[in-house]
């Protein structure tokens, strides 16, 4: 199955202006993403919903309360675009972002998009971000709510920790050696273990292909 993984990348957005086209609530979950980000956030669609609206008076995000224009692309490092099942408006607004070299992500149209937008767990300072290269996208959620139950507030506190004392290594003990000694010992023990569950339909399917697959070879 052919499938683009990309390079992934964080992208500083802090200061930059970022568009965000729609004003559902995709748009308000990617808005405020944004903001905590320290995005200059500018929502355009003619509607918004209440978060929105919120945020707009607030003077969080500005709002431009029409259509997109082209001249919407001037000065943005990076376009999200919230609406769904307009092809035509993704593939177009694909060709003003690359034309003006700006980043772009559409909602359900990877094969428009510049970009992709992993699932995202937080958990303190982590980040893990899970991606199936437009393959899978519906298992990114699901291995997304696992995680957040696995890295739970005793991992964050742990975190947390680790970060202090690598501060206090940074003040006290000049010799890069013995600190990175300090910190092996700090992690000595710390394994990340799991192990995946699968659904009745793929574990009969895989059953059934293995089975096949021995008769072919007893032939």
């Known amino acids: 199955m052919a499938a683009n993984p990309g390079f992934p990348l964080v992208l500083d957005v802090k200061g930059w202006l970022v568009l965000v086209i729609g004003g559902a609530e995709e748009a308000s979950e990617k808005s405020q993403r944004l903001l905590e980000s320290g995005a200059r956030v500018t929502v355009i669609s003619p509607t918004l919903n209440e978060p929105l609206r919120l945020l707009a008076a607030s003077g969080k995000i500005i709002h431009r309360g029409r259509q997109f224009r082209e001249t919407d692309l001037d000065h943005a490092i990076l376009i999200l675009n919230t609406i769904r099942g307009d092809r035509d408006f993704a593939r ?86 013995k600190r990175r000694a300090l910190f092996h010992d700090a992690l000595d023990g710390f394994r990340f273990l799991g192990k995946v569950r699968y659904p009745k339909v793929w574990t009969e399917r895989r059953t059934e292909a293995v089975t096949n697959k021995q008769s072919d070879t007893e032939k």
Do not use: C
Not at 102 to 120: I, K
Not at 153 to 170: D, N, S
């Open 92 to 177: 177009m607004l694909s060709a003003q972002a690359r034309e003006k070299h700006v980043l772009l992500w559409s909602v359900d149209y990877p094969d428009a998009s510049s970009v992709t937008m992993p699932a995202v767990v937080e958990a303190g300072h982590v980040r893990v971000a899970i991606s199936t290269s437009g393959v899978a996208p519906a298992l990114s959620g699901f291995m997304k709510e696992d995680l957040e139950q696995i890295l739970d507030t005793e991992f964050i506190e742990f975190v947390e920790w680790l970060g202090h004392l690598r501060e206090q290594a940074k003040a006290n003990e000049p010799d890069a050696e």
